[in-house]
């Protein structure tokens, strides 16, 4: 009797030196994560500056990846830093308390240079990506290493060096590099499933066509886009390549328009199958396969991303199925390309 708890009393010490372990192995981990973040980007004149490229790249795979909660107290420890998010977000709120023409007129008149107000007045970015939101302030600015970077309402991205330019100076393109920002955006009709055209989304110079789903009972609605990024610094590297998806479930509002509600996000089943071009000088292709469940969020209010491993190279097309879930909603919606 005595040697079993003995053994018990063994086991027992066994298992609690294992957990301080695993704990202080996490802990550390993450002391690592926070401290590549805080040495890897900085806040210079209210935009973020990023170390350089290389800090860029990796930093984003780790930022994508966060929680809404996440990306709340990151932003935190940035001080002088605002995001375009945290802005997105607090319109969203505000738009709650809309109730009349007057307070709709009002509220358009603040976000005119921010918000986007669909035609059913449901509200959207008024320039970038929702990834660009996190990283950009109000003006779609950030920077890495010498390049400064801004994303535009006329849906551009516009790279230069040297000094700080203003909106006025922007204007003369001379000496900047523009590059194209399309949104993902599927069919604006109500579709009862997410049933696209049958085949492959078919890419044009680096860009995914526009699609968006959604699904709804006339009082809630999930939308799902699916986002193709593609970043070419210069003409030496052939870039990377990015899907993810975002997820919002909106609700009607009593005057008119729909707005964001907070609930809980689910996906499973999603199944992709990328084909992309390493080298844009040479034929051929590769084709990135990704199996996976999205792990779900609680209680979340705002648009949610699902993030996909880059990849190097530029995209071709891309095939595949997956389910996104939301409470409330009925019918969850599948789509499959």
Known sequence: MKINQNLSRLILLSVCITLLFSCKKDANKENVTEKTLSTAVTVENGYLKFRDQKAFDSLQNIIINYSPQELDRWEKGLIGFNSYRSTYLKAQREYDNVNSSENFKLFKAKYADLITIRPDSSLTYGFGTPFSAIITNNSGE??????????????????????????????????????????????????????????????????????????????????????????????????????????????????????????????NGVDLRFTSNFNPNSPGSSVIYFNSSFNAFQGVTGPIIYNMPSFAGSGISITGTGRFTTGGVPDAPVFGY
Do not use: C
């Not at 523009?178 to 955006?185: A, E, F, G, Q």
């Not at 968006?212 to 939308?223: H, T």
């Open 142 to 267: 950030l920077k890495i290493g010498d390049e400064f970077r801004k994303y535009t309402k006329e849906n551009s991205l516009i790279l230069y060096t040297g000094n700080h330019k203003n909106a006025s100076e922007l204007k003369n393109t001379s000496n900047l590099t523009i590059l194209p920002v399309k949104r993902l955006l599927m069919t604006n009709k109500n579709v009862k499933s997410l049933a696209p055209p049958q085949g492959s989304t078919m890419f044009n110079n680096g860009m995914l066509s526009q699609y968006l789903f959604y699904n709804g009972d006339g009082k809630r609605r999930l939308y799902v886009e699916l986002w193709y990024e593609h970043n070419q610094p210069n003409l030496v590297t052939y870039g990377s390549s990015r899907f993810y998806f975002v997820v919002l479930q909106e609700l009607k509002k009593t005057f008119g328009g729909w707005r964001s509600n907070e609930t809980d996000y689910y996906s």
